[in-house]
């Protein structure tokens, strides 16, 4: 027996044979062309083909796994598209009297190194969705036939490592968990991985050798291990752990529909995080009380202009109107840093995580601003809405906001639309300066919500998405707590309530401190609600909360 260490992605344990996932990797050769006008339009009419071909995947994905998880192939289509991308492909072919797949292959192998050797890890990832549409309009222009897809007996699939487009496209009925040598547990293909509920593990490292194709292995995506040839005792021990997990899966399904209330009587709502309409099937199945975060840039993101109000208003009061009451809370446009959107014209920076971004570009380009909220507040009139905004650094920031909410409010009155007159405002706090002037901000506003992902990184000066300090991001971090317990300390002197909407509030080992620091709403991906709200109902917080707070 062999075994295996990687990262578990998503956890599941699933037994079979490794398939290791096959390529056609042919070199791709300069052939001299006689009209250069005709390949570059042979070049154009594959490149427009690929962009039909991805947007075929969207769709099928959004309704797989939810338009947030498959913006990814509506990013690819913009790689197609991009100027440099496309003007280096047409100069190849015009200057090197080149093969149009020539000269896709040589500015993929550019662009792709150009990306690697950026110190920026969100970048680095950039090379493999470069390189991965390149093979796709490859394919394409050479009239490939290749469908590596079609699992035809159920296996686990093994790979160095495996692009969006191709995870999106296995059978969940064949494919019972995939192993890569590379890649990331942030990864896209990692997300979808998760979101499909297919057990897997990544960067195994080269461990995982091609020798290993057709034996039989154990992936256990809880610990990130694999075991090829598995041993007998190792069989059994994982098929006990298999069928514990299974039957501990289905106990928590009988939780749904229980308020989420500890022995002791504490209430805490435990809300869903979404990006899109197609979310709210999770959500629903879960049991969620509310939706604690609504990404409204995901609006945004998957197009190539502004949304208009309309357009905003339906998906927001389509939102609404399916969770029958319960509370929406829609966090306004937070782009920038690692989300770019190409016609915001925003500028490179250096450090764009601590740059241009969220409120920050929402009071610069107030019409923007205020388009977003008029389409809030004509859906509030259809349920229970809240609005929150993101990186807020000081009490100027919010009086501005509400200045705005005026008269956003006034115009609609104007126009005799209707709206909510109780929506609640509140901001994340994920800066240190939020926290620390957390009791004068509490006076402004109705809710804090605390977005632990980027309050980590800025308080521990850690790169959220750099892999090589990733052992340094720890949101378990004393401070991190302890910065938490001054927020909800100030919030609830101020007699508003306080909610984590960051990954934070998914990690059960923290739920009975955050229920000692009497934090009121966790928000969460709506697969983990059952699990914490377990948690929930069988703490007692008076017993603890005296040695937690202690610790902190």
Same mark, same amino acid.
């Given at each position: 027996?062999?075994?295996?260490?990687?990262?578990?992605?998503?956890?599941?344990?699933?037994?079979?044979?490794?398939?290791?996932?096959?390529?056609?990797?042919?070199?791709?050769?300069?052939?001299?062309?006689?009209?250069?006008?005709?390949?570059?339009?042979?070049?154009?009419?594959?490149?427009?083909?690929?962009?039909?071909?991805?947007?075929?995947?969207?769709?099928?994905?959004?309704?797989?796994?939810?338009?947030?998880?498959?913006?990814?192939?509506?990013?690819?289509?913009?790689?197609?598209?991009?100027?440099?991308?496309?003007?280096?492909?047409?100069?190849?072919?015009?200057?090197?009297?080149?093969?149009?797949?020539?000269?896709?292959?040589?500015?993929?192998?550019?662009?792709?190194?150009?990306?690697?050797?950026?110190?920026?890890?969100?970048?680095?990832?950039?090379?493999?969705?470069?390189?991965?549409?390149?093979?796709?309009?490859?394919?394409?222009?050479?009239?490939?036939?290749?469908?590596?897809?079609?699992?035809?007996?159920?296996?686990?699939?093994?790979?160095?490592?495996?692009?969006?487009?191709?995870?999106?496209?296995?059978?969940?009925?064949?494919?019972?968990?995939?192993?890569?040598?590379?890649?990331?547990?942030?990864?896209?293909?990692?997300?979808?991985?998760?979101?499909?509920?297919?057990?897997?593990?990544?960067?195994?490292?080269?461990?995982?050798?091609?020798?290993?194709?057709?034996?039989?292995?154990?992936?256990?995506?809880?610990?990130?291990?694999?075991?090829?040839?598995?041993?007998?005792?190792?069989?059994?021990?994982?098929?006990?752990?298999?069928?514990?997990?299974?039957?501990?899966?289905?106990?928590?399904?009988?939780?749904?529909?229980?308020?989420?209330?500890?022995?002791?009587?504490?209430?805490?709502?435990?809300?869903?995080?979404?990006?899109?309409?197609?979310?709210?099937?999770?959500?629903?199945?879960?049991?969620?009380?509310?939706?604690?975060?609504?990404?409204?840039?995901?609006?945004?993101?998957?197009?190539?202009?502004?949304?208009?109000?309309?357009?905003?208003?339906?998906?927001?009061?389509?939102?609404?109107?399916?969770?029958?009451?319960?509370?929406?809370?829609?966090?306004?446009?937070?782009?920038?840093?690692?989300?770019?959107?190409?016609?915001?014209?925003?500028?490179?920076?250096?450090?764009?995580?601590?740059?241009?971004?969220?409120?920050?570009?929402?009071?610069?380009?107030?019409?923007?601003?205020?388009?977003?909220?008029?389409?809030?507040?004509?859906?509030?009139?259809?349920?229970?809405?809240?609005?929150? %905004?993101?990186? $807020?650094?000081?009490?100027?920031?919010?009086?501005?906001?509400?200045? /705005?909410? *005026?008269?956003? #409010? !006034?115009? @609609?009155?104007?126009?005799?639309?209707?709206?909510?007159?109780?929506?609640?405002?509140?901001?994340?706090?994920?800066?240190?300066?939020?926290?620390?002037?957390?009791?004068?901000?509490?006076?402004?506003?109705?809710?804090?919500?605390?977005?632990?992902?980027?309050?980590?990184?800025?308080?521990?000066?850690?790169?959220?998405?750099?892999?090589?300090?990733?052992?340094?991001?720890?949101?378990?971090?004393?401070?991190?707590?302890?910065?938490?317990?001054?927020?909800?300390?100030?919030?609830?002197?101020?007699?508003?309530?306080?909610?984590?909407?960051?990954?934070?509030?998914?990690?059960?080992?923290?739920?009975?401190? %955050?229920?000692? $620091?009497?934090?009121?709403?966790?928000?969460?991906?709506?697969?983990? /609600?059952? *699990?914490?709200? #377990? !948690?929930? @109902?069988?703490?007692?917080?008076?017993?603890?909360?005296?040695?937690?707070?202690?610790?902190?």
């Amino acid at each position: 027996m062999t075994v295996l260490k990687g990262n578990g992605v998503f956890g599941g344990i699933a037994f079979g044979k490794l398939s290791f996932y096959k390529r056609e990797d042919e070199e791709i050769k300069l052939k001299k062309i006689k009209d250069a006008e005709a390949e570059v339009k042979r070049y154009e009419a594959a490149k427009n083909q690929a962009i039909n071909e991805l947007e075929e995947l969207y769709e099928s994905a959004s309704e797989k796994v939810g338009e947030e998880e498959a913006m990814i192939f509506k990013i690819h289509q913009m790689m197609l598209d991009d100027v440099d991308y496309c003007e280096s492909i047409i100069n190849i072919i015009k200057s090197e009297n080149a093969n149009a797949e020539y000269a896709v292959w040589v500015t993929a192998r550019n662009f792709s190194s150009m990306f690697s050797d950026m110190d920026d890890s969100y970048m680095k990832e950039r090379a493999t969705d470069v390189m991965d549409v390149s093979k796709r309009l490859i394919k394409i222009i050479c009239e490939s036939d290749e469908n590596v897809h079609s699992y035809s007996e159920p296996c686990i699939v093994g790979a160095d490592d495996l692009t969006p487009s191709e995870t999106v496209q296995f059978n969940e009925d064949t494919v019972k968990a995939f192993v890569t040598a590379y890649g990331s547990t942030n990864s896209h293909t990692a997300i979808l991985a998760r979101t499909m509920n297919i057990p897997a593990v990544v960067g195994i490292g080269n461990g995982l050798k091609k020798e290993f194709d057709g034996c039989e292995i154990i992936v256990d995506g809880y610990s990130g291990t694999v075991y090829v040839l598995p041993d007998v005792t190792t069989i059994e021990r994982l098929k006990k752990k298999q069928e514990l997990c299974e039957y501990e899966n289905k106990q928590l399904q009988s939780l749904k529909g229980i308020e989420s209330v500890t022995k002791d009587g504490q209430k805490v709502n435990l809300y869903a995080n979404i990006g899109s309409l197609s979310d709210l099937k999770m959500v629903l199945q879960n049991g969620a009380e509310g939706i604690g975060l609504f990404r409204s840039e995901f609006l945004y993101l998957k197009r190539h202009s502004y949304p208009t109000e309309d357009e905003q208003f339906d998906a927001y009061k389509k939102v609404i109107e399916k969770m029958e009451g319960k509370r929406v809370i829609i966090r306004t446009l937070d782009i920038g840093a690692d989300k770019k959107v190409k016609y915001f014209n925003l500028p490179q920076e250096e450090n764009p995580a601590m740059g241009y971004r969220a409120i920050r570009i929402c009071l610069d380009r107030t019409e923007v601003f205020k388009t977003q909220l008029r389409a809030i507040y004509r859906a509030s009139k259809y349920g229970k809405v809240s609005i929150m %905004f993101p990186m $807020i650094i000081s009490v100027d920031e919010v009086l501005k906001i509400k200045d /705005i909410i *005026n008269e956003v #409010k !006034k115009e @609609l009155d104007f126009s005799n639309i209707e709206y909510s007159d109780d929506v609640e405002i509140g901001i994340m706090i994920e800066t240190p300066a939020a926290v620390m002037i957390s009791n004068e901000l509490a006076k402004e506003v109705d809710f804090f919500s605390i977005g632990t992902n980027d309050l980590t990184q800025y308080t521990l000066a850690v790169d959220r998405q750099n892999n090589k300090i990733n052992s340094m991001y720890d949101p378990n971090h004393k401070a991190i707590l302890r910065m938490i317990k001054i927020a909800a300390d100030n919030a609830h002197k101020n007699g508003i309530w306080i909610g984590i909407c960051g990954e934070l509030a998914a990690d059960d080992s923290l739920t009975e401190t %955050f229920l000692s $620091i009497g934090i009121d709403e966790l928000s969460m991906s709506a697969p983990f /609600i059952l *699990n914490i709200k #377990k !948690k929930v @109902l069988n703490a007692d917080v008076s017993k603890i909360k005296e040695k937690v707070l202690s610790q902190l």
